[in-house]
């Protein structure tokens, strides 16, 4: 038998790794312990059904299958008798409960003999089954993972033989054999992602044991956290125990009243969290998790998974909590400039005290929201504002740049710098202007020192040149003033503490600001922004590093009875406790730094592939944009920003899962679509005006809402009415708009607006 039979049966099957003529594995490991039974890619998980000429190929021209071949196990359930853990006795008991099990359609010899075997049955869907049975030690029970395929070749020399049945004799599981197995139901535990799973306090107990009790004081509490929410506040008497052995213990007393507070927290660490700490100290999953990322659909929609379903205006968790809150202080709703707003605070509040596990990556970010004159930005600006001083980093947030000189001394007074500029557009002409034109030459160096800022967060930043003698010259005029209040004896801790915090910064200007964090968010109208994105702009610029939030509706109806909401208790605590992590270490009050150990926010197995899925894929877009575009940088610097999101949105949580990388890759898709098409608009604009025109509008209409024809006549006013309204029904006429009428019951009129398909 081979894998071409399972193929056909509609099984996914992928290619193993070989062995090489001196016995060692082929994948190049020389201690490599799975000889023969490895997978050539480390994405088997994502195998598709193989279309049947890619099928021809893998088969006939790459030799993937020519030693063996794995089975992803999805809607199976695979008997595996170890016979040298005690499977074959084990497997005679199992008969004894379950006689039925012996009919199986498919039963195959492994390549290991003493009466070693698999047993292929079918399991309906979404049913989570124990993997191992106390009763039936060397026996596993797999409905998830992969099993090696008959035909295949063991390491002992033997091959993997079907002696009972083929793939398309595959029976249903006895029901009795699914009882047996079914994981006993105690609470219907959510995941991070928003999946579910049946988890019993024996589950939990098991993930407890193999962590250390005696843990850092974060990890204690997230546990315990993981286990109340994964339990519906039942699993008290678990952790209690598991506590209880650790040199740590605080009594029961004072531990039960911790577990009631869990049950109050805004943002509730689920059970996610706990496996990932069981699984680094050693467990094994024994739970079937429900995939979040259906697999089968990547080929059709030439995406690295699916993102159909995603809400760009609903971040998942703790961050999808403060956009709301935010949007809640805008008398007309403001929802996309609201997550802007969410994912920069939280990116400013996490980013001195946290870092990734796979890149290092800070949650410095620069945005850039669009929006129409007066409707609503600055309610987002206080927002912002005031989730800031919640935790105190306020005294590091400026409202403009004035000058490269200035932003220097900003960064050296504090280890970080939070930028939230009003209409930035205007800043952004100075800039170049300074650069093309020598007007305001003391910003020609700003987008240079913006640009060292963000790719140093977690290096030294080195000052050179007139830039390093001038920001010394103005600290060290502030040392003086400060001396001489000293000496006329006007003598204060503040004081005090300012000359000293000014020696410091005098200090890291010779050797260095060690970990700088500086973030900008910008507002400015369309007609002003729009101009500005050009090809320099995009592939040299911090522009093309940053993200563009387009509030595409000009004329939001105000919110009926409005009333801003003060920022909720619970939200605020979680700030804090995020900024803080137990310590505090503002000097004074006067500076914000932080130079202790980053924690490090890990990443689920799923979510880490998922990340490699979209560093391909971006990849990829780099290489067909080089020869269309020759935008290739915007796709080439698009995974780190994903890597920044996906960690502002997984800190408050613990663990990075995959729903944060697909909100994540979403968002960053969106932006560079919309940043390509107002490239294109304006670099054609003088060879090519009918196609800037037409690339201009499309990136107008390209929101779920579409947009009037009055609103794009008053967006683009060079161009004439008849001009615009031309291009909109070519673009109609052939079939990437479309035209969407609405009738409106007050005015009794029916508006159109246009869309991009």
Known sequence: MTARAFWEAGHRVFGLHGITNDGQCDCGLPSCAAILKHPRSSKWQNTPHWAEDQFNTLEKETGHLATGYGIVVRGLLVIDVDARNGGVESYASLVERVPAIAGAGLIVETGSGGGSKHLYFKIPEGVALLQHHADFPGVDFKS?????????????GNHYVAVVGTPADIDDAPPELIDLLRKPERHRAELADGSHIDVAHADIAEMLAVVDPDTNHE?????????????????????????????????????????????KSANPVTLGTLVHYAEAAGWKQSVVFTPTVDYSEEVVSGLPFDISDIDLKRPPGFVGTVAEWINDQCRRPREHLAVAGAITAMGNIIGLRYTDDLDGVTGNLFMFCVAGSRTGKEAILQSITELH????????????????????????RHQASYYVVDEIAHLLGKIKNAQTKGGAIYLDGVPGILMSAYSKANGFMLLTGDLKEETRRMIRQEAQQIEKQLEEGKATRGLEARLAATYQQLQSIDNGLEKPFLSLIGFTTPVNFDVMVDYQSATNGFIGRSLIFNERETVPRAKKKFKPRKLPMPLEMTLKQLFLNGEVDQTGGSRVEYYGDRTVVPTTAKAALMLEAVTEWFEDMAEEQKSITGLEALALGAYELVSKVSLVLAVPGGIRTEEHVRWSFALIKRDIEEKTRLVVSNDRAKDNPLMALRS?????????????????????????????????????????????????????????RYKMI
């Open 144 to 156: 998830s993972g992969y099993v090696v395929g008959p035909g295949s070749l063991h390491a002992s």
């Open 219 to 263: 990890t204690w509490v997230r546990c315990g956290m993981a286990a109340h929410h994964a339990s519906g506040g039942t699993a008290f008497d678990v952790w209690d125990k598991w506590s209880n052995g650790g040199t740590k213990y605080p009594g029961r007393d004072k531990l039960e009243r911790r577990w009631h507070s869990f049950g």
């Open 696 to 752: 201009k509008i499309a990136n107008m209409i390209a929101g779920d809402e579409g947009e009037t024809l009055g609103v794009i006549c008053d967006r683009i006013r060079s161009k004439k009415k008849a001009d615009i309204e031309h291009v909109l029904n070519e673009m109609v006429k052939a079939g990437i708009a479309i035209v969407i009428e609405t009738y409106n019951r007050f005015n009794k009129r029916t508006t159109k």
């Open 389 to 412: 001083k919640a935790v105190g980093i306020h005294i590091a947030t400026h409202g403009s740049i004035k000058s490269e000189q200035e932003l220097m001394r900003n960064l050296t």
